[in-house]
């Protein structure tokens, strides 16, 4: 259902379409997809892990998507296409190769269905930004109300207790839209839900990105910043995936530095949350021992996965994934993948305001988790950005944007 303000916009912006030529003016609001949403949380949150109904939670993507073309607010981005097709091809090669066909068949539609919304292209209301704020709220209020009595685990060895989600992830990216709108009282709401929520990596990266945002992006254009703004994108994308391929010493080195320096004792595998004995293992199991054509072209999709599931070393209380999404794209494709990744980051940065913030912080917390194959997440970025358009804004708001 659309707002009568914004059903009874003028059509003179040009001809609906889905699949090419103008957007429809009508521009979806999407709220039906967030109430449907917010109805089944309760119920995801009170049934076990291991119920299979828990699932359902993954199709609120192709609700979204099907809202937007039932108010003609998607067409096809013909690059977008290029792209999808060129991975489509090298997986399949690379799937006839493998030996392990049912690992690598589900990693490779999980990676097709994440870039899937870059081939699409929305036009969606800024509503939908504080949309996602209420079901952060709402994700919240019910985390907090079925812990124990000691509330949320906000300690070292545990990232965010129960509140581990790939929304804790989304809730930064909420955050920047609303802050290059300037909704100061959603942009604050939207912070307290992240610290709230304690995802610690995707706090340090909102943090980064907004840095990065008031030094080198911002309103104001000069020269020096235009020079910089290059150097730095490069530097931290260089940062964040040495350190990532590196992840064991680099635990290693802070752990002793907390020692030496302010004489704490946290070990390397509980400042990570138990991600340093994961990689260790994996590193010297997979990765000390690789050829050539391993490093360029990697092991295939799935590899890491599989490699993981099959080391009895770890335990049942390992990571069944790395939690290392440099880690994990370079062991599955090699230097290729890490390189087109790479370029990827590079441009984003380069890009608009809010593109080059989801770049800064995405490519951080590649670091710490698995969000390659989060389809909410890549989703989310494409809806978000195309609410923080001003054509888009012009459509649905008039005079206001």
Known sequence: MIDRAESSVTQAGGAPGRNGGSLSSV???????????LAFLPIYYILPSDNSIRDIIYLFPLLIVAECLRREGVKIR???????????????????????????????????????PFVLKFAVSRRFAKYLVVVGLVNVVIILTSTDAT?????????????????GLIVPIVFFALYIQKRWMWSLVAIVICFLMFKRVAIIAMILAVGFDLVLIGQARNAFKQMLKPIAGVTLLAFTMLVSLNSVV????????????????????????????????????????VSWVQIVFGHGPGASSYYLSNMTALGEGQFSLLHNDWLRIFTD???????????????????????????????VIFMSDNVATYLIFWLAVALLFAGTLDRVHGRIEGKRA
């Not at 521009?27 to 949403?37: A, D, E, H, M, Q």
């Not at 509330?151 to 929304?167: I, P, T």
């Not at 290693?252 to 070990?267: G, H, P, Q, V």
């Not at 990827?344 to 593109?355: E, L, W």
């Open 27 to 37: 521009v979806p609001v999407l709220r039906w997809s967030v109430i449907l949403y």
């Open 151 to 167: 509330g949320l685990d906000l300690s070292v060895g545990s990232s965010s207790g129960r509140a581990e989600s790939s929304f």
């Open 333 to 363: 494709y090699g230097l290729i993948g890490i390189s087109v990744v790479s370029v990827a980051f590079y441009k984003a940065v380069m890009s608009k305001r809010f593109i080059a913030m989801v770049g800064v912080y995405t490519m």
């Open 78 to 116: 013909r690059a977008g296409v290029v792209w999808i097709l060129a991975y489509a091809g090298f997986g399949i090669i690379m799937l006839t190769q493998l030996n392990f066909a049912e690992i690598a068949l589900k990693e490779y539609v999980f990676i097709l269905l994440s870039i899937s």
């Open 250 to 289: 680099f635990y290693e080195t802070a752990s002793i530095f907390l020692l030496d320096s302010f004489d704490l004792r946290i070990s390397p595998n509980a400042l990570s949350s138990g991600r340093y004995y994961t990689v260790a293992v994996f590193t010297h199991r997979v990765l000390d021992d």
